[in-house]
């Protein structure tokens, strides 16, 4: 299994921005693809964005295209999402994910970080 810790949350005013962090660690080899959701107070959970562990191919929802990165470093096992020109409707728990090679969902997740965007 791989066990996920996400970091980086916080308070911000619209138009700033943060950093989150996902620190992967356990069977980190089996991962084919690495995403951040959100749930913002009822509405159901979303895909922001995800990339591909090995190959770094990235993917993007409307809404965040053009605001948001998903990087990863390998090296450390460790999935970004830069949130850039930050708006109130991105205030969220952000939950990073991962889903095994074979695998047809994400079955890994962290337990969530709070971003909050003020206006």
């Known amino acids: 299994q791989v066990q996920l810790e996400e970091s980086g949350g916080g308070l911000v005013q619209a138009g700033g921005s943060l950093r989150l962090s996902c620190a992967a660690s356990?069977?980190?080899?089996?991962?084919?693809?690495m995403g951040w959701f959100r749930q913002a107070p009822g509405k159901e959970r979303e895909l922001v964005a995800r990339?591909?562990?090995?190959?770094?191919?990235?993917y993007y929802v409307d809404p965040v295209k053009g605001r948001f990165t998903i990087s990863r470093d390998n090296a450390k096992n460790t999935v970004y999402l830069q949130m850039n020109s930050l708006k109130t409707e991105d205030t969220a728990v952000y939950y990073c994910?991962?889903?095994?090679?074979?695998?047809?969902?994400?079955?890994?997740w962290g337990q969530g970080t709070q971003v909050t965007v003020s206006s």
């Open positions: 994910a991962a889903r095994y090679y074979g695998d047809t969902q994400y079955n890994y």
């Open positions: 356990g069977r980190t080899v089996s991962v084919y693809l």
């Open positions: 990339i591909i562990w090995s190959g770094g191919s990235t």
